[in-house]
């Protein structure tokens, strides 16, 4: 038990599940898309919905959304400064089934015109989990830095893609796979100890069968 | 390596390595994080800064998105002024800040969850001012502090300090459990001391609902902050004078946990029962609504 989860984390108010958990959801995003949001479809599903507006959720998921943390004194001002920034940002109702009481999915356009789909759910105290990334299922808390893999299911990817990480001094924490169905869609969601370098990413995303890749960066 | 999980293990590591309490519980982060005994001090500093800083921005015409909470901690800033305080400088002190810093959660301002959001102004209040009140240095505050969080750690692993499992005896409860510690500790209490307190707020505490209005971190929330802290001074009070409980802290921890598991779903933050329910928490939701 980490007494710092005891007596913190320092964040702005008013609830760990539905403001600080909502602002890592939107920042985990904002750092899977890879460059600055130039629009985003913000849809709230459960109690995110039911109590967001007095929780400060829609606010906390722009902050985040613009890379400000939990902490940042900005948050209750974030949607005016994503107006002033022109980041156009809609919000609605999730049509979801069986969904955590806490999610959130969005749809997010990049600058350079990056697409990405995130459904997040809040935990409590402040702990997230990334449960969709483009319509299929993953699974991870973005506490390590995070590589997802699209690719079509087919042998060898996962091989190329560990055996990159090898050749890069980058171990493995841990590493789930999914796909959509036999020769369909796949997805691979691997937590690394270290950080995967800029270049190996694009190397990656120039495999024959890889479709996309996304990655989560804790530094800066 | 130094590891605890019950109060007991807390006092008899405290004995077994000659350390005061508060060490124990460093020398165990510093393991566990594997960072120096500087860089854990400097961290728990920050968070007791951080406090401070909120306690000092406290904004008295700010009013929560929904309407209900802001401006209570100006009020009883007035009235401790008036002269007609009932409770003592100090114990006034305690209640306007746990006010303030509760209000200020509700309010979108920055604070420290200690142990969560919702209990982040019982142990603010007691220790600053406690502070401000003896001229403490700040230094011998953050060693109360880790008091608190060791405290805290233990409720956590036997019980729970979540709203949703436990109820607000797990959220104020706990806050109210360590701040006690750390006061009898303060106040130069020994170790049995410092136990026994935790003991006397978790007890007085057992129970405790919760059953926000509207599912928000305002009503009855801010309120029970201030209740919170100054049940953790009578506790510490009551230690004080040398005053013991007769159930085992450990013991005491373990009914909360036991109590949590019986309380019903509809008292554990689902809005669904309580005062959550009554006719004036349906106003406020239509209003709320209706926006
Ligand atoms: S009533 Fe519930 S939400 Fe409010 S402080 Fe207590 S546990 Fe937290």
């Not at chain 1, 320092?10 to 130039?38: C, D, Q």
């Not at chain 2, 009013?63 to 100090?90: C, D, H, I, T």
């Amino acid at each position: 038990m980490n007494i710092f989860d005891i007596i913190g984390p320092v964040m702005v108010g008013p609830s760990s599940s539905h403001t600080a958990g909502a602002v890592r959801i939107g920042y985990i995003s904002r750092k899977l898309l890879g460059e600055n949001v130039k629009s985003a479809e913000i849809l709230l599903y459960g109690s995110f919905l039911a109590t967001g507006k007095g929780h400060g959720t829609q606010k906390a998921l722009v902050a985040g959304l613009m890379g400000m943390k939990a902490d940042d004194n900005r948050i209750p001002y974030s949607l005016e400064l994503a107006e002033e920034l022109g980041i156009e940002i809609t919000f609605g109702e999730a049509l979801l089934r069986d969904a955590h009481p806490n999610s959130v999915l969005l749809r997010l356009l990049g600058e350079t015109g990056r697409t990405l789909e995130i459904m997040g759910e809040s935990l409590g105290g402040g702990i997230v989990n990334i449960a969709q990334i483009d319509g299929i299922a993953t699974n991870f808390s973005g506490d390590y830095p995070t590589l997802v893999v699209h690719n079509i299911d087919q042998p060898g990817h996962v091989t190329e893609v560990t055996s990159m990480l090898a050749h890069k001094s980058v171990n493995i924490a841990s590493m789930q796979l999914y796909r959509s169905n036999r020769g369909g869609d796949a997805v691979m969601v691997i937590e690394c100890d270290q950080e995967v370098p800029a270049d190996s990413i694009q190397w990656l995303e120039h495999i024959e069968g890889i479709k996309k890749v996304t990655y989560l960066s804790l530094q800066g | 390596m130094i590891i605890y999980h019950s109060i007991n293990d807390l006092v008899s590591l405290s004995e077994q390595l000659k350390l005061p309490m508060w060490q124990v519980i460093r020398k165990a982060d510093c393991e566990a994080r594997q960072v120096s005994e500087e860089e854990s001090f400097a961290t728990m500093k920050k968070m007791y800064q951080t406090m401070k800083q909120t306690d000092a921005d406290y904004d008295k015409n700010l009013v929560s998105p929904s309407g209900m909470a802001g401006g209570a901690g100006e009020k009883m800033r007035v009235f401790n002024a008036s002269g007609r305080n009932l409770a003592g400088e100090y114990l006034g002190l305690v209640m306007e800040k746990a006010l303030k810093t509760g209000e200020s959660n509700a309010c979108m301002k920055r604070i420290v969850a200690a142990p969560t959001a919702g209990s982040c102004g019982v142990i603010p209040a007691v220790f600053l001012s406690f502070e401000e009140f003896n001229h403490m240095l700040e230094d011998r505050m953050v060693e109360a502090m880790y008091i608190t969080a060791g405290i805290g750690a233990v409720i956590a692993e036997n019980a729970s300090i979540a709203g949703a499992s436990g109820g607000c005896q797990a959220e104020i409860g706990s806050a109210s459990a360590m701040a006690a510690a750390g006061l009898a500790y303060l106040q130069g209490g020994d170790n049995e001391c410092i136990v026994h307190a935790m003991a006397f707020a978790l007890k007085n505490m057992l129970g405790l609902t919760c059953d926000p209005v509207c599912g928000l971190v305002e009503v009855p929330c801010i309120k029970r902050n201030s209740a919170g802290a100054v049940n953790a001074v009578t506790s510490a009070q009551m230690a004080l004078a040398g005053i013991r409980s007769a159930i085992a802290p450990d013991e005491v921890i373990d009914s909360m946990r036991r109590i949590g598991n019986e309380l019903p779903a509809c008292l554990k933050e689902t809005g669904m029962g309580g005062l959550a329910v009554t006719e004036s928490a349906m106003k406020v939701k239509e209003k709320l609504d209706a926006r």
